[in-house]
């Protein structure tokens, strides 16, 4: 199985703007949700823990899965924001606003990066962990996020973009023969059925 985490919270998500490369480290808000999403898997036993090279994805691991030494991974960093990084999403450009409107057909401001491009590079991430054997843990962000479900729901025709996934939101897909199935959301009553198994 394949378990999709993003980091706990920042200072700067409590902020409310866009955080995008600043390496902010968790605080005691994103310490307790780590913790709390280690709590609801705390039967998994992870062969593999990879994690953004950005602090506040590291640390998540690292409490999630204690015993492991996550592989850094730069395909999984978040969304590069360009100048736009610590814009204050309560007042936004008209720029940025365009672009929010519409993920699918608008492309990102100059000096962002593309959606495409976070595709790209968490798929071809994705496509070199697909034939490991066992629980994989992947802490990243919520754009790589995105990316990631996007690319492993073909038929989602952008949907995750405009979807909200909070600080320690959990998606499982499976794992088997090299074949990755499609993401869920993580619930309790998931975790059970997987730990009985």
């Known amino acids: 199985m394949i378990y999709i ?3 706990g919270k920042t200072e700067l998500n409590r902020a409310n703007v866009l955080q995008g490369r600043s390496d902010y480290p968790l605080n005691g808000d994103g310490i307790l949700q780590a913790k709390e999403a280690a709590d609801s898997m705390g039967a998994i036993w992870f062969d593999y823990v990879y994690s953004s090279p950005l602090v506040r994805a590291v640390r ?3 409490i999630i899965a204690p015993y492991a030494c996550p592989v850094i991974d730069e395909r999984l960093i978040e969304m590069d924001y360009g100048p736009y990084e610590g814009t204050d999403l309560g007042n936004l450009p008209s720029e940025i606003l365009f672009f929010f409107s519409d993920f699918v057909h608008n492309p990102a401001p100059d000096g962002m990066e593309q959606l495409s491009s976070v595709v790209g590079r968490v798929g071809r991430f ?3 962990i697909r034939n490991l ?3 994989i843990l992947i802490c990243t962000h919520a754009i790589a996020m995105k990316g990631i479900l996007e690319y492993l729901t073909p038929d989602s025709n952008g949907a995750y973009w405009s979807k909200y996934i909070g600080n320690c939101a959990v998606y499982v897909a499976e794992n088997s023969d090299g074949r990755i199935g499609i993401p869920k959301e993580w619930q309790p009553l998931e975790q059970q059925r997987i730990s009985e198994r």
Do not use: I, M, P
Request: no cysteine; charged share 40%; glycine share 8%.
């Open 60 to 62: 998540t691991a690292r």
């Open 126 to 128: 994705l496509e070199e």
């Open 133 to 135: 054997e066992g629980n």
């Open 5 to 7: 985490v993003r980091h």
